[in-house]
């Protein structure tokens, strides 16, 4: 693999600082910012979904004041409606499929899908065996989204693991309640004491809510987060969130090459997730190579940078955590259960007009 000698460093603040977001640029030689120091904040690369022992396991990764961001496999239909009283839901779909039954509407979730299910909106999941994804938990509200109108491509994923256990959907988990239904109620700031538990019916739930009183109107924001690039990532500016709160904001990206310089934030956390595509991360604390399913994650100050593996190859797709906050880790990230790994098929049915 070409790496040059030289490398660029772009500085960035968090989006509501007061200073610029971009305080400062620097050339450095490129080995002072590969793999020459440590830090007791730098975690090595891990396997997010081979921490997960067993089917329906759920692990809080990163943790802090304002969100949780975790794994979870839903293997089979869940029996519960949950109603997150005081902090909105984000659902990523890594593999398999999943339905998600809301107040507003059902959807169905396919590798790729990001779901916002906002604060006070009671739903349950049903998953296929093999469905895997991501959540976050995230108490300052979301303010900003991209829409369906930013999806300017559609492309469907067929997510396989490698190497990993043969789950089977529990005998307890084939259906799920449709008459008297259970919701349970989570507040923030519940103790594993606390517990708040209703009985209802289903047609109560589902459909029965609408964001206006006049018609029925979802709050759900569903997108297919790698059918929003209208561009390389990065080409021409920092790439436009996702979905972006007070405290957390998610991004996508889909490099060819080497990144056009390293990022050192100064104000945020990052978390790295590779959906599709082999890279090399390359980083002050440590390089990795990297392949659909493992993550890395970059503490506020360290310089940072990726390069597709092989360097011209179109592959890579990433989604991006960051945080203003610093994580705590909830879980040891060593300790995997398993050695799978991903292949990633992909079914283009609309091209994007950027690729030509």
């Given amino acids: 693999m070409n790496i040059q000698n030289k490398a660029k460093e772009f500085m960035t603040t968090w989006h509501t600082s007061a200073r610029s977001y971009l305080p400062a640029w ?53 029996q519960e409606f949950i109603r997150h009283v005081d902090f909105d839901t984000v659902y990523v779909q890594f593999a398999g499929e999943t339905t998600i039954e809301t107040e507003f509407a059902e959807y169905k979730m396919s590798p790729g899908d990001i779901m916002h299910v906002p604060e006070g909106i009671a739903h349950r999941s049903s998953g296929s065996a093999d469905s895997l994804r991501w959540f976050a938990y995230v108490n300052a509200p979301f303010t900003h989204f991209m829409t369906e109108e930013d999806q300017v491509s559609e492309t469907k994923f067929t997510v ?138 970059i503490p506020r100050g360290i310089g940072h940078s990726v390069i597709t593996d092989p360097v011209d190859c179109p592959d890579f797709l990433r989604m991006n955590f960051y945080s203003e906050l610093p994580w705590t880790y909830a879980h040891d990230v060593t300790k995997h259960h398993f050695e799978s790994h991903f292949e990633v098929e992909t079914h283009v049915i609309k091209k994007a007009p950027w690729r030509g």
């Fill in 26 to 78: 620097a050339q450095r030689q490129k080995s002072s910012l590969m793999n020459s120091g440590k830090s007791t904040r730098a975690l090595p690369m891990f396997r997010a979904f081979d921490l997960l022992a067993k089917p329906n396991d759920r692990i809080e990764l990163l943790v802090n004041k304002d969100h949780k961001i975790g794994v979870e496999s839903v293997c089979g239909a869940q």
């Fill in 160 to 297: 396989r693991r490698i190497g990993g256990p043969d789950w089977k959907i529990p005998a307890d988990r084939m259906n799920a309640p449709r008459d008297r239904v259970i919701e349970r109620m989570i507040c923030w700031d519940d103790k594993p004491t606390d517990e708040t538990i209703f009985e209802r019916d289903y047609a109560d739930l589902v459909p029965a809510g609408s964001t206006s009183p006049r018609e029925a109107k979802s709050g759900i924001t569903k997108l297919r987060a790698f059918d929003l690039f209208k561009e390389i990532a990065g080409t021409s500016g920092e790439p436009k969130p996702v979905m972006r709160g007070k405290h957390l904001e998610i991004k996508v990206y889909n490099i060819i090459g080497e990144q056009f310089a390293f990022h050192r934030a100064l104000r945020s956390e990052e978390v790295r997730i590779q959906f599709r595509g082999k890279a090399l991360d390359m980083s002050e604390t440590g390089n990795a190579d990297t392949r659909p399913g493992t993550v890395t994650v």
